[in-house]
């Protein structure tokens, strides 16, 4: 007998955007039964792990001008230019929000709340509490969400599928990790909040539970996986772990230097070096621009050997001890205990690693997708206010303000629900879903999920890294399109019950693989170099062709299909970015 | 410019084999738990975590536990190492000695493996009103609080803790006395009492006041010690008792007075 669970609106991911969307739902509309469904605990999301801060206008001598232009040519001009629009609007009134539910955001000596630069923005407007800025909004928002008895949280509930049936969500079929019992929860509209898949590539910021799970139940029951080939690099990880080093630590006046303590920015179309800091010049650049500079300075033979790979340096020494510990006391933690690099006395061995989905589930502005009652926010949509690479701490705010209004539109889609549906068929597909994950219980598999797992890494890192050609493009799809076949065979080597991670590793693994084929499919077509996205083979941006979106669309036993749509252009035509000396 | 790193560099990882001796217990079909043995061959930089997702991934796959930042801030991996309680992404193996016994948090009911139940701990947060309580409704359009840096100081280290429990396995009175809300959520209470935004002290006072809240601490301090983000909730503790007691005999010495409804209780404090 299938478990059904009936609920009015089922969020997907407890993260930040999971758990504004539950709060915007509970707050106006305390009659409406929220199912919140995580495989972690709320506070283990990803969300806690973003350091920098979030963007929304507050200084009089910014305008949301200059945040919509800063967004827009950042996102080398692909992103919606009426989504960005309301994005920058609604930033300061989210975050002021989050001041009253009381996220501890740093304060000037005054009292007011306190701004600092971020890489490609011309005025600091990047909110903060100090370089723990996810961590305490997440904590914020998951403390905040105790106050609201609708919300019902399903923790360590594991979702396999999107419930749908002629073109509507119905619901989401979820694994009960703790009993190893599935259910179906019935809902009458869905968000899905599951964050981004850097899982997929080797070098990653992200942690393990980023696995792409959310966008890869949208893509198979039909709503397209939108600029999937757009995948940020930060440029400063730790080599070996992919831990972050906030972009805040060269905000605060950290630069990057080559084995010949040589500021090599100023080589790129970044400088001149001072006077420094300087907001969208060198250190402050944009995050693609940053790690494109790496891959040519590591060619050049330029970069710094560690046991990790090659590296260059982060030096902080020149801000002084006391400010590192006031402004960046977590980088100089980190740096401590997993590099045994003090950045009071010591530069920071760093290079690219990834980071950052830009493309997702294709929303449009009211973060609805293509099938009726599903909505998405966060990273694992693409609205899309990113583009092809997106301005540092803009993603926190994204989660605010989409994750709130995917909270309204779906109440709104509820509310003007008309009932009707043959509940029978609905279960039935339900049913179906259910079984499809028992039928690896039966099955006697031969691949084994780690090996699977370690190629995919390594075929996405050397196919659809910083740089991509035809020729490694054309390889990464046949081995990912040969993995996928490999994945049905998959052994699932543990047949119990009680917190399965075998199991979920083995589910995990199948979103993966499906999510890769996307990025490595629509990399491989768009043959033009934008943002995050660049071409060996076509090093100029082509808007004659692409000033498009790819929307990737799956399909079952082939690669996806893939069409294009016009980016939504309203006041800012496509020019050149200009970063250094000559920026404005 | 100091440039060591190079040197090291081109060395293939230093390899030393450690025998980790992990608990296991699956209810589906372990009457009790028992330990296991795995040999690791661990690189010199290796955390905990490191050695035991190599065993996941290549000794055994049945083996369960819960990770995922690997950066000491999700709070999702700490574990009993060698008896003590520690996060296992923020311990290095090159600390250990060559045996390293590996089990789940103490004082927790395990679930499988290394994983426990946490419900418990989860309700413990929630019952403590963890959340800003103001003394009236703000809009947005009334803008954000004032709060000096010096306001923010007086929680803002009641506001780094991770939820990551070590301080729960650590805690003598967890162990004895099963109601205990414990140091995690006290330490929490404090944080929003302490918040110049905030008036819910006596909202949160029958919980953190009655015989489940700080009463229970005997102030060992182990909480304290085991933080891996110096929350300090032992003192967060010794403050909420001292605040508790002045408030208890300001009604019989100054009935007039009524209790203040905001945290701040050292003398001259001001919201």
């Known amino acids: 007998m299938l478990s059904v669970i009936h609920c009015d609106v089922a969020i997907i991911g407890a993260g930040g955007a999971g758990l504004r969307a539950a709060i915007e739902v509970?707050?106006?509309?305390?009659?409406?039964?929220?199912?919140?469904?995580?495989?972690?605990?709320?506070?283990?999301?990803?969300?806690?792990?973003?350091?920098?801060?979030?963007?929304?206008?507050?200084?009089?001598?910014?305008?949301?001008?200059?945040?919509?232009?800063?967004?827009?040519?950042?996102?080398?001009?692909?992103?919606?230019?009426?989504?960005?629009?309301?994005?920058?609007?609604?930033?300061?009134?989210?975050?002021?929000?989050?001041?009253?539910?009381?996220?501890?955001?740093?304060?000037?000596?005054?009292?007011?709340?306190?701004?600092?630069?971020?890489?490609?923005?011309?005025?600091?407007?990047?909110?903060?509490?100090?370089?723990?800025?996810?961590?305490?909004?997440?904590?914020?928002?998951?403390?905040?969400?105790?106050?609201?008895?609708?919300?019902?949280?399903?923790?360590?509930?594991?979702?396999?599928?999107?419930?749908?049936?002629?073109?509507?969500?119905?619901?989401?079929?979820?694994?009960?990790?703790?009993?190893?019992?599935?259910?179906?929860?019935?809902?009458?509209?869905?968000?899905?909040?599951?964050?981004?898949?850097?899982?997929?590539?080797?070098?990653?910021?992200?942690?393990?539970?980023?696995?792409?799970?959310?966008?890869?139940?949208?893509?198979?029951?039909?709503?397209?996986?939108?600029?999937?080939?757009?995948?940020?690099?930060?440029?400063?990880?730790?080599?070996?772990?992919?831990?972050?080093?906030?972009?805040?630590?060269?905000?605060?006046?950290?630069?990057?230097?080559?084995?010949?303590?040589?500021?090599?920015?100023?080589?790129?179309?970044?400088?001149?070096?001072?006077?420094?800091?300087?907001?969208?010049?060198?250190?402050?650049?944009?995050?693609?621009?940053?790690?494109?500079?790496?891959?040519?300075?590591?060619?050049?033979?330029?970069?710094?050997?560690?046991?990790?790979?090659?590296?260059?340096?982060?030096?902080?020494?020149?801000?002084?001890?006391?400010?590192?510990?006031?402004?960046?006391?977590?980088?100089?933690?980190?740096?401590?205990?997993?590099?045994?690099?003090?950045?009071?006395?010591?530069?920071?061995?760093?290079?690219?690693?990834?980071?950052?989905?830009?493309?997702?589930?294709d929303t449009d502005i009211d973060a609805a997708t293509s099938v009726a009652g599903l909505f998405a926010a966060g990273e694992c949509a693409c609205v899309s206010i990113n583009g092809a690479n997106r301005l540092g701490s803009n993603s926190l705010t994204e989660l605010l303000v989409f994750g709130s209004r995917a909270g309204r539109n779906a109440v709104q889609f509820v509310n003007q629900l008309k009932s009707g549906v043959d509940e029978e068929k609905i279960l039935a597909i339900a049913q179906q879903e259910v079984d499809s994950v028992m039928g690896l219980f039966q099955r006697q598999g031969s691949e084994s999920i780690p090996a699977l797992r370690n190629e995919m890494n390594q075929i996405m890192e050397a196919g659809a890294g910083i740089y991509r050609s035809e020729e490694s493009l054309a390889l990464a799809v046949k081995q990912i399109a040969a993995l996928k076949v490999r994945f049905a065979d998959v052994d699932l080597s543990d047949k119990s019950n009680v917190y399965n991670t075998d199991l979920i590793q083995a589910l995990e693994l199948g979103s993966m693989i499906d999510v890769a084929e996307a990025m490595a499919v629509s990399a491989f077509n768009r043959r033009e170099s934008r943002g995050s996205h660049q071409r060996l083979d076509y090093v100029e941006r082509n808007d004659q062709d692409y000033l498009r979106h790819t929307l990737a669309t799956y399909a079952a036993n082939a690669a996806p299909t893939i069409d294009y749509r016009d980016v939504v252009i309203t006041k800012s035509q496509p020019a050149e970015r200009v970063y250094g000396g000559d920026s404005k | 410019m100091k440039n060591d790193v190079s040197e090291e560099t081109e060395n293939t990882p230093v390899v030393r084999n450690v025998q980790f001796e992990i608990l296991r217990y699956n209810p589906d079909q372990d009457d009790e738990p028992y330990y296991q043995t795995y040999q690791v061959p661990c690189q010199e930089e290796w955390v905990i975590l490191d050695a035991i997702n190599y065993i996941k991934d290549n000794l055994d796959r049945s083996l369960s536990y819960r990770w995922s930042c690997h950066m000491a801030v999700c709070g999702s991996c700490g574990l009993m190492v060698n008896g003590e309680a520690t996060l296992s992404c923020h311990s290095f193996v090159r600390e250990m000695p060559d045996k390293i016994r590996i089990e789940p948090l103490s004082n927790f009911p395990v679930a499988r493996d290394l994983i426990v139940d946490m419900d418990g701990f989860v309700e413990n947060l929630a019952s403590v009103k963890p959340y800003i309580i103001p003394a009236e409704e703000r809009g947005l359009e009334d803008g954000w609080y004032n709060q000096s840096p010096a306001q923010l100081e007086k929680y803002q280290q009641y506001t780094q803790c991770i939820n990551c429990m070590l301080c729960y396995s650590a805690c003598p009175q967890v162990g004895l006395n099963e109601g205990f809300i414990g140091p995690a959520a006290l330490a929490l209470a404090h944080r929003y009492n302490q918040d110049s935004r905030d008036v819910g002290r006596s909202a949160r006072e029958d919980v953190v006041s009655s015989n489940v809240g700080i009463w229970e601490c005997s102030f060992v301090g182990a909480c304290s010690e085991v933080c891996p983000k110096h929350v300090d909730p032992a003192a967060a503790i010794q403050q909420t008792k001292i605040a508790a007691t002045a408030d208890y005999f300001k009604r019989f010495l100054m009935p007039w007075v009524k209790p203040k409804k905001s945290s701040s209780l050292e003398p001259g404090d001001e919201k």
């Open chain 1, 26 to 361: 509970a707050r106006d509309y305390p009659d409406i039964n929220i199912a919140l469904l995580s495989k972690v605990y709320p506070m283990r999301s990803h969300t806690v792990a973003a350091e920098g801060g979030a963007a929304g206008v507050v200084k009089g001598e910014d305008n949301f001008e200059n945040h919509f232009n800063d967004t827009v040519s950042g996102g080398d001009w692909l992103c919606d230019q009426d989504a960005v629009e309301f994005f920058v609007h609604e930033a300061p009134k989210e975050l002021t929000q989050m001041e009253h539910w009381g996220c501890p955001w740093s304060r000037t000596p005054e009292g007011d709340v306190a701004v600092r630069p971020f890489g490609g923005m011309k005025v600091e407007r990047t909110w903060y509490a100090a370089d723990k800025t996810g961590f305490h909004m997440l904590h914020t928002l998951f403390q905040t969400s105790l106050k609201y008895p609708g919300i019902k949280r399903y923790d360590e509930y594991y979702s396999t599928a999107i419930v749908e049936h002629e073109g509507q969500c119905y619901g989401v079929t979820a694994l009960d990790m703790r009993t190893g019992q599935m259910r179906f929860f019935r809902a009458k509209s869905v968000i899905i909040a599951t964050g981004g898949a850097g899982r997929v590539f080797p070098f990653t910021t992200n942690g393990a539970i980023k696995t792409g799970d959310g966008m890869a139940m949208a893509y198979r029951v039909g709503v397209p996986l939108k600029d999937m080939e757009f995948i940020q690099y930060h440029p400063t990880g730790l080599p070996g772990t992919g831990i972050l080093i906030t972009e805040g630590s060269r905000g605060e006046g950290g630069i990057l230097v080559n084995k010949d303590n040589y500021r090599y920015l100023q080589d790129y179309d970044l400088g001149p070096p001072d006077p420094w800091p300087r907001k969208k010049a060198m250190e402050l650049g944009p995050r693609d621009r940053l790690s494109q500079a790496f891959w040519h300075e590591q060619r050049k033979g330029n970069t710094v050997k560690t046991a990790f790979g090659d590296a260059v340096l982060l030096d902080l020494r020149h801000l002084g001890e006391e400010k590192i510990n006031q402004r960046l006391p977590m980088v100089r933690e980190l740096a401590v205990s997993y590099m045994s690099v003090d950045p009071v006395n010591e530069p920071i061995p760093v290079r690219p690693v990834i980071h950052y989905t830009m493309g997702g589930i």
